[in-house]
């Protein structure tokens, strides 16, 4: 089989909060540099300063991509009522087809804040028949289908999205889950896919590297505590990996991509969607998670990647590596968030303690998450995803 090609990321002059605070020191910003200051506070998770920049615009001279910042803004800070009032303003009929989709996916969100949970499922299907392979309006709406308990509508939805040929990360987790729920556990696991499309490596000779790449990371201009955007929880974040000055990363992220490209082209032949829809060429997106005592993922999977892994660069000298200690280990299952409890436990998981240098890669649709630990030391992982070009 060729070699999948992967494109490392774009490396990064200035990373979103340098960018931010530079913005922040021009005194009196125009229209475009309120919208583009609030678009970096949202992302920084900075939503009173997003929902100040886009309200100092009068109404009548926001565009529609400003009202949808506020709209996200207003969401995020419990808000949801003065969401609703700011995108009713807005004639979706006249929008560009990509607005006008995030646009209705944002209200189908404030619908389903105000628990108006049917009339935000009418809008996400909306969304969908204008616009198929749209992963944050499927996500959205088997959200609201489960907690209404519908997972059979949720299945429907996944059969006749892969009838028109759709095969995204989300609908393979979203339809293997709407299985299992509705206790077809064979077709469950058949939708999720087979262990051969597991990989676990130990890298060798790598000890220099993680040092110097965990050194990049401590210093790095883009480090946060916390991504509300993400399942990290309680953990420091560098979601801009890669800087032209950080010469480490880069060969990590180098060694990553060959090691993905070798295992993408050692897989059998399958029937399975997800290997009938491997990409010749992909776009590496990479981040860095340093987990202290009590960090962890929650359950999720990786909209938009093909292939994703994770590569540990530091694991505590002090966790367990029992089989009844999950403690600081990653677990790859079926989420708790959509599935009743004696479903869950039915279902078979994999549980993998991790060491410095081991690199896994796996499916993007399948669930995983990681425990937190109580050691002393972090925890410190680089994650990633390759991403469909095109």
């Not at 202290?292 to 892994?309: K, M, V, Y």
């Amino acid at each position: 089989m060729v070699l999948m090609q992967i494109d490392l990321p774009i490396p990064r002059k200035l990373v979103r909060a340098e960018h931010y605070r530079l913005l922040g020191q021009i005194a009196k910003p125009s229209t475009s540099l309120r919208e583009q200051r609030a678009a970096l506070a949202l992302a920084l998770d900075d939503f009173a300063t997003a929902k100040a920049d886009i309200t100092a615009i009068a109404p009548d001279s926001r565009s529609p991509g400003a009202s949808l910042l506020l709209a996200r803004a207003c969401l995020k800070m419990g808000e949801a009522q003065e969401g609703e009032n700011c995108l009713a303003l807005l004639d979706t009929a006249v929008l560009k087809p990509r607005l006008r989709c995030a646009v209705m996916i944002e209200q189908a969100a404030v619908l389903r804040a105000l628990a108006r949970p049917e009339e935000a499922t009418i809008l996400l299907e909306s969304v969908l028949a204008e616009d198929p392979a749209n992963s944050a309006a499927l996500r959205k709406l088997a959200a609201i289908l489960f907690d209404l308990g519908k997972p059979d509508e949720a299945l429907r939805i996944c059969e006749a999205l892969r009838n028109r040929g759709i095969v995204t990360t989300r609908l393979l987790g979203t339809q293997a889950t709407a299985l299992a729920a509705l206790g077809r556990r064979g077709e469950a696991e058949a939708v999720r896919g087979s262990s051969a499309f597991f990989s676990s490596e130990q890298l060798e000779d790598v000890d220099a590297l993680n040092s110097e790449v965990i050194e990049e990371l401590r210093s790095h201009p883009a480090l946060r505590f916390g991504n509300s955007a993400q399942a990290s929880r309680d953990s420091w974040r560098v979601d801009e990996l890669r800087l032209r000055e950080q010469p480490a990363i880069t060969r990590l992220l180098q060694e990553i991509a060959h090691h993905a490209a070798g295992f993408a082209a050692s897989l059998k032949p399958s029937d399975h969607p997800w290997f009938t829809s491997r990409p010749d060429r992909v776009r590496m997106n990479a981040w860095a998670i340093i987990a202290p005592a009590g960090g962890c993922e929650t359950w999720h999977t990786h909209d938009g990647g093909w292939l994703s892994g994770v590569y540990y660069l530091a694991v505590p000298g002090g966790m367990s590596k029992g089989p009844d200690d999950p403690a600081g280990a990653i677990e790859f299952g079926w989420t708790e968030r959509l599935l009743d409890a004696a479903t869950h436990a039915s279902l078979p998981s994999h549980l993998v303690h991790p060491e410095p240098g081991m690199l896994l890669m796996f499916p993007s649709h399948i669930h995983h998450r990681t425990f937190p630990h109580m050691c002393s030391e972090d925890r410190i992982c680089i994650a990633f995803d390759m991403v469909p070009e095109g």
